[in-house]
Every structure is written in structure tokens, then in C-alpha cells.
């Protein structure tokens, strides 16, 4: 079983930065990508931003140019440098990791969530 833990969250006024970050642990034997995903309410869950194993990234159109996803691979951790944030940035930040357990097995786990809001 794999658990992820994200912190980082909170208020900040627009124009500002924050930095999530998600720790995994548990049964890993490799985490192949780890990835942000977002929801506002009312709205269905978007990918922020994700990056493998080799440090790939991709980018949601919407935050590209400001925000920035890196990942410590020796602590399983990922991390998420959001800046010039704006009030349409708020939601649960949720963080992803796909990879596999020291069984052998595929995992695709999720973590609790984190709220960013950010005040105009």
C-alpha cells in the first residue's frame, strides 16, 4: 500500500506563490510519474502538472510559465512551485503517483488534498 501526503496549501492573495509538496511511502519499489491534479468546486478534476521518473514535465496550458513541478526521487517526493497566482487557481490540489510496490504490483494512488485559495 502506497500513501501520499501533500502539504503546502493555504490563502495567499493574487500574484502570490506557494509550494505544495507530497511525500510517498509505503510498498514502492519504483514511482514512474507523479502528477498535480486540481478541482474547484463545481468543476471536474484537471491535471496541473506532472513528471517522471527522469524529470519530464508537461503543463496544463493554464499555468504554464508559472507553475514549475519537481520531484526529489531518493524521498519519493514531489513538489509544485506555484507562482503569479490568481483568484481561478483555487481548488483542492490533489498529487498522484503511479508506479510499482517491491510485489511487483501497479499502484495508482491518490492523496487527501490540499486547499489553495487565492484572494483578488
Known amino acids: 500500500q502506497v500513501q501520499l501526503v501533500e502539504s503546502g496549501g493555504g490563502l495567499v492573495q493574487a500574484g502570490g506563490s506557494l509550494r505544495l509538496s507530497c511525500a510517498a511511502s509505503?510498498?514502492?519499489?519504483?514511482?514512474?510519474?507523479m502528477n498535480w491534479f486540481r478541482q474547484a468546486p463545481g468543476k471536474q478534476r484537471e491535471l496541473v502538472a506532472g513528471?517522471?521518473?527522469?524529470?519530464?514535465?508537461n503543463y496544463a496550458d493554464s499555468v504554464k510559465g508559472r507553475f514549475t513541478a519537481s520531484r526529489d526521487n531518493d524521498k519519493n517526493t514531489v513538489y509544485l512551485q506555484m507562482n503569479s497566482l490568481k483568484p481561478e487557481d483555487t481548488a483542492v490540489y490533489y498529487c498522484?503517483?503511479?508506479?510499482?510496490?517491491?510485489?511487483?504490483?501497479?499502484?495508482?494512488?491518490w492523496g487527501q488534498g490540499t486547499q489553495v485559495t487565492v484572494s483578488s
Open positions: 509505503g510498498s514502492i519499489s519504483s514511482i514512474n510519474a
Open positions: 513528471i517522471t521518473s527522469g524529470g519530464i514535465t
Open positions: 498522484n503517483a503511479l508506479g510499482r510496490s517491491y510485489m511487483g504490483f501497479p499502484f495508482n494512488s
